[in-house]
Structure formats: structure tokens, C-alpha cells
């Protein structure tokens, strides 16, 4: 029997990010950098994610995002209005600012774009108390899988693992991924500094700690599809007849987004000297304003049939999950006067629905029209 070929002798998990990477562009060819550079302020935190309205939820949850979507605590200011030394004494006592859901991190540049992500950990030092279910490692990391570092910078050391994010950094510490954007697709953001641990034993992966980099068309510009009616009633009655929307309206007086001046629908901010910064991370979006390339046999039809903008949905397969029910001391109220074993309180737990979930799987992040 002859051997199979390495690829198929990989681990499943394996199998499947090659293809995922394959998908996401890793065939196309390299385009020449747009000199623009786009800048996103990242740090990973604890913070417990509710799963539905019944109360159901991992407290042991971790996740990525923006500081500007993150607030201190002691003082309840955002991040980005504190320094970075102040920042750095801030971990375990962070937490997402009021009217921000956990949700995975996704970041958006186009293609020829250099993307520069500084990241900070703000995981508890400690794990104490936690039990099994939390990584006792508390370093952290960004890997972004299938994406080129920047190169030629001696500063920049790419040989040291923590540069790019093989391993990870301690609570407290920063350090700036500099990234090229050489082909459209969508890449796997996930952390490598607990790789193991936990439910699953998936360390922070299971837990939150990933999210996605969508490299989109060469001149693109990223919209939000799903904003609260307060900011959709701004972007209309900043609108100039015909249109019905300004999609670059802005935060006039600073009462939507507490920034004067903020864009409201556009996912970044211009800073000037063709630098960007990233300022929403929505899972969903609309791409527009791009001239669409095309290539192989039918690229003259495809260029016809092409508009010039797309509607774009993040969907990330996660499991396992690490769940704890609210109602299960309630279940033990209820029961403590009756002559039911205590036993029989677990056995309530709804075990028929774990077996029916997936078996554990990657999925990279998708792409879809329409």
C-alpha cells in the first residue's frame, strides 16, 4: 500500500486551514503595496460571553478587540483616552464598554495595504480560582494565518516568534504585528499563546480568542450593514438629496460615539499622511468603490456582469463551549424541599443537546455576495 501524501497524513484540523488558505488567495499572484497603512489598537481580555436569554454563559470567556471598545473599570474611560503606561497596569480590570456585544474581531485593509496591529495583553495574570476550564498560561498572542510580514526592516525581527505571534507576550506588555496585504481573502486571526488547556483542550482558542483579517479589492472602502437607529437616523439627515444616506457622515457632537467628528459607517477613520485607523470591527459589511479584477477564461464576462461592490458576511465556526446554566441552582432551590436525590438535579442538565452539536472543526472565515 503506498503512503499517502504529507498533506493527507496532517491532522484533520490541519487539512482544513490549508484548504481555507488555498481559497483565501494563496494562488494569486502579489500586487504592488498602496503605500497606505492601516493601523488597528488591539488588546485581549477576560470577558464572560451570555449565550442566550435563558442566562446561559462561559464565564471563563477571552477576546479580542478595538481599546476604543473597551472600557477601564476604576475610571469607566474607554482605553483609547488612556496612555499606554496606563493601559499597561489595566489587566484583569477591563471589560467591553456598555452597548458593545463579544463578538469575534474582524479587521478590514485592502489589498497592497500594510497593516500595523499593536496588541496589548490584558488577561488576568492569574488563573486562580478558575479551575480547569481557564488556561493557567496567561500569555497571549496574534496569529494571522496565511499572511506575509513585513520584510527588509531590521527592526523588525521575524525570526523572533513572539513578532509573529508563534508565541505570546505577558499581561501588561505590547507589541506591534506589521503586516503586508499581498492577496484578497480572509485569513484566520486566532491566539498560539495557550494553544492547549480547557474545554476541548482548545485553550483560548475554545474560549473567544480569534476573530478574522479580510484582505478586500485594491481601493475598496468598507461600510457598516447593521447600526443602531440612532446612528442610521444621523446618516440620513446628513444625506444630500437624491441620495438617502451619507455614508461618511460623522459624529457631529460626539453623543453617538463619544469622538467628535468620528465616521459613523465608514470602518476607518482617515488620520492623514495615507494612514487609516481602524475603528469598527463588525462581522458583516458592505465593500464598495472598487474597480473589480478578474482573470482565466471568462474574465471579459465576469467584467461586464461586475458592479463594483458587494455585501460581506464573517461566519467562524466555534466549538466546544464551555457553559454554565443559571438555572442550576435555581433547579436545587426548587428541589431542596422535596425527597429527590440531589443527584437527580445534574441529570436535568440538557446532555441531549451537547451530544447534538458538531464535532469540533475550523472553519475559515467566508466570503459571500449578493
Known amino acids: 500500500m503506498k503512503p499517502l501524501p504529507p498533506l493527507l497524513r496532517r491532522p484533520l484540523g490541519w487539512a482544513l486551514m490549508a484548504t481555507a488558505l488555498g481559497a483565501s488567495g494563496w494562488v494569486q499572484a502579489q500586487t504592488t503595496p498602496s503605500g497606505r497603512t492601516v493601523l488597528a489598537d488591539v488588546v485581549a481580555l477576560d470577558q464572560p460571553i451570555v449565550y442566550n436569554r435563558f442566562g446561559s454563559h462561559n464565564p471563563y470567556a477571552m477576546m479580542y478587540a478595538l481599546k476604543r471598545d473597551v472600557i477601564d473599570l476604576d475610571s469607566g474611560k474607554t482605553l483609547d483616552k488612556m496612555t499606554d503606561a496606563e493601559i499597561a497596569s489595566r489587566s484583569c480590570r477591563v471589560a467591553l464598554k456598555p452597548g458593545k456585544r463579544p463578538r469575534p474581531m474582524v479587521l478590514r485593509a485592502n489589498l497592497g495595504d500594510r497593516v500595523d496591529v499593536k496588541f496589548t495583553n490584558l488577561l488576568c495574570a492569574t488563573a486562580s480560582g478558575m479551575g480547569t476550564n481557564k488556561p493557567m498560561t496567561r500569555v497571549a498572542s496574534m496569529m494571522f494565518n496565511g499572511v506575509q510580514h513585513l520584510k527588509g526592516d531590521p527592526s523588525y525581527n521575524t525570526f523572533d516568534p513572539r513578532i509573529t505571534g508563534i508565541s505570546g507576550i505577558h499581561p501588561g506588555q505590547t507589541i506591534t504585528y506589521k503586516l503586508m496585504m499581498e492577496r484578497e481573502g480572509s485569513h484566520l486571526i486566532h491566539d498560539n499563546g495557550a494553544p492547549a488547556g480547557g474545554e476541548s483542550d482548545g485553550g483560548s482558542n475554545s474560549l473567544g480568542l480569534f476573530g478574522a483579517l479580510h484582505v478586500e479589492p485594491k481601493n475598496a472602502k468598507s461600510y457598516r450593514s447593521q447600526v443602531a437607529a440612532p446612528v442610521m437616523a444621523a ?115 440538557p446532555t441531549a443537546w451537547a451530544l447534538a452539536r458538531p464535532r469540533t472543526a475550523w472553519s475559515a472565515p467566508s466570503r459571500s455576495s449578493s
Not at 477564461?297 to 467562524?316: D, H, L, P, W
Open 235 to 349: 446618516a440620513k439627515a446628513q444625506a444630500v438629496a437624491p441620495a438617502l444616506l451619507n455614508y461618511e457622515a460623522v459624529d457631529r457632537d460626539g453623543s453617538l460615539t463619544g469622538t467628535v467628528g468620528l465616521p459613523l459607517l465608514n470602518m476607518h477613520r482617515d488620520l492623514g499622511g495615507n494612514r487609516v485607523e481602524v475603528i469598527y470591527t463588525d462581522l458583516n459589511a458592505i465593500i464598495q468603490d472598487f474597480t473589480p479584477q478578474y482573470h482565466g477564461k471568462y474574465k471579459a464576462q465576469a467584467a461586464a456582469a461586475a458592479e463594483g461592490y458587494y455585501r460581506e458576511f464573517t461566519v467562524i465556526f466555534h466549538d466546544e463551549l464551555k457553559t454554565v446554566q443559571a438555572w442550576a441552582r435555581a433547579c436545587a432551590t426548587a428541589l431542596a424541599s422535596t425527597t429527590a436525590p440531589a443527584a437527580s438535579v445534574q441529570s436535568w442538565r
